[in-house]
């Protein structure tokens, strides 16, 4: 059973940095996505960012909500298993609960597993 347990989240002010951390243990199959949803309260979850296992130690293929393009990075360190989401210039609409995600992608079927989530508020 895959865990995922996420780090990082706070306060912050407009224009500020965060930078969450999640760690995944247990056996998680080799061709995989990690990445972050959010969801703010009366929204929907949507995804934010996400990097695919690729070939090396730092993962492979990255993609971005238009809303946080050229502000967030992601990255991961397959060795430690562990995906990483660098927040800069956030602002008051980046407030929410971030999500973990680690999609198992196999020939016949995808598994999805979830962090506890953890809290980002940007706000003066």
């Known amino acids: 059973q895959v865990q995922l347990v996420e780090s990082g989240g706070g306060s912050v002010q407009p224009g500020g940095s965060l930078r969450l951390s999640c760690v995944a243990s247990?056996?998680?199959?080799?061709?995989?996505?990690m990445g972050w949803y959010r969801q703010a309260p009366g929204n929907q979850r949507e995804l934010v960012a996400g990097?695919?296992?690729?070939?090396?130690?730092?993962?492979?293929?990255?993609n971005y909500a238009d809303s946080v393009k050229g502000r967030f990075t992601i990255s991961r360190d397959n060795a430690k298993n562990t995906v990483y989401l660098q927040m800069n210039s956030l602002k008051p609409e980046d407030t929410a609960v971030y999500y973990c995600n680690v999609k198992e992608i196999r020939t016949l079927s995808k598994t999805d597993y979830w962090g506890q989530g953890t809290q980002v508020t940007v706000s003066s």
């Open positions: 990097i695919t296992s690729g070939s090396t130690i730092s993962g492979g293929l990255t």
């Open positions: 247990g056996s998680i199959f080799s061709v995989n996505v």
